[in-house]
């Protein structure tokens, strides 16, 4: 049976593997939920009967951490694989966003050249609302009523407040100031993986990378 992965859990998966050294697992879940992270999740499940939601829990005892690093080592070649399509695609999805961005700019400057007021201050209208609204949401989070941690709400509350916080947010962020430090330093890395020479043999991956 597929394992659900929990997007709140998401952002605490990757950490939660790195404090115990499976930084090749940790660099799996550290982007976004897509299918190559839930076939992941469901080869882990199958091979251990481990439930990788449980790590961002803090609930998997020393034994199960055991059966994670020796399933990090027994398909390495299969993760190396996994890591390296989705920097590529990354990669690629990065320059669509930029050229959006350059699009979008385009767009505001043409809006600033018209006679329309309104037109011209729309985006900062827009975007001062969505931010006013982002943070009136957090402070309404960490100050509103207290839930139980059963309470359906709080899946609403985690899920509403990662998308406001991951998407729009970081949007706004990203169409005023550009590319952010950690996409540079992305963009760098996969530079030096894209010049680095990868060798498959028998079912493992070795990686030669250029370091500095």
């Given amino acids: 049976m597929p394992i659900p992965l929990i997007a709140a859990a998401m952002s605490a998966i990757a950490p939660s ?30 091979k251990t009967g481990i439930d ?51 699009d979008a700019r385009g767009m505001q400057k043409a809006a600033l050249a018209s006679d329309d007021v309104f037109a011209k201050r729309f985006v900062y209208f ?18 509103g009523p207290s839930y139980n941690a059963d309470d359906p709400r709080v899946r609403i509350i985690d899920t509403v407040l990662g998308f406001l916080l991951g998407v729009t947010l970081s949007s706004i962020i990203q169409y005023f100031f550009g590319s952010s430090a950690g996409s540079k330093s992305k963009d760098e890395k996969l530079e030096k993986m894209r010049g680095g020479n990868q060798t498959v043999v028998a079912g493992t991956v070795n990686v030669e990378e250029n370091r500095p």
């Fill in 52 to 102: 990788i939601n449980d790590a961002a829990e803090g609930k998997l005892t020393d034994a199960q951490w055991s059966q994670l690093k020796q399933f990090e080592f027994e398909y390495q070649g299969k993760l190396l694989n996994y890591r390296q399509q989705a920097d590529a695609n990354n990669l690629e999805l990065e320059k669509v966003h930029q050229a959006d961005r350059a």
């Fill in 17 to 46: 593997l790195a404090q115990r050294g499976l930084d090749l697992l940790s660099g799996v879940f550290r982007g976004a939920l897509d299918k190559g992270t839930t076939e992941i999740a469901d080869l882990i499940h199958e």
């Fill in 126 to 143: 827009y975007a001062g609302g969505l931010t006013i609204l982002t943070f009136a949401f957090i402070f309404f989070a960490a100050f």
